[in-house]
């Protein structure tokens, strides 16, 4: 299984701070599409993405246990 | 533990001292605070929210990158989260160096890294609404999922 978890606006459209799901095989990519559907999150295009606190590119394919972030831009500082 | 995430108040010379060395002619400071007015909008107050450990690694990365940039430099970073009032500190950056110029340029680059790749997210509470910012306009693109290498500007 894999945890997502979610931030910031897309935590509001989502409506969950995480959920488990199994992505493992997957792209990035492929998730951000499947995420887009299930929870009816709008913007994940514009957002980045993390596999183990670590940016990763959207051609990254995720592993069992993989927990994956979704990132809008960020407004720190 | 010179970057950290603080749910309550900074005090910010606790940061300054993190970057104490006898090698430094230089320590600068800048401390980001809570602006009321933003293009017309009367700001009542924010929420700061962070993707913590992994803003304390990218803050972690910030220091490292200054380190390589900056000969002999020291950095100290600390970002709060939570309900921030109007003129309260949100983030302080101190950085000591031998020469006074490479202190400026280097804590000028940790504010502008944090702005790009730490996942910390500001709410604004205006008293008509409120929105996430750093979304809405959608003026920053990310079309390869991630942040694009790109060299520091001034």
Redesign the interface.
Known sequence: MNKLLFFAHLRDEAGHESVEIDAAGKTVAELKQMVAEKYGVQKLDSSMTAINEEFSSNEEVIKEGDTIAFIPPVSGG | MNFEIAKDPINVQAVIDKVIQREAGAITTFI?TVREWTKGKKTVYLV????E???V?KLEQIGTEIQERWSGAQVAIT?RVGKLDITDI??VIAVSTPHRNDAYEANRYA?ER??????????EHWEDGEE?????L?????P????EEKDFHE
């Open positions: 980001g700061y929210e962070a993707y450990p992994m803003a690694k970002h949100a983030v504010i944090i702005k790009e790749i730490v996942p910390i997210w500001k709410k996430w910012i750093g979304n809405q959608e003026t920053v693109p990310y390869t999922g991630k942040p």
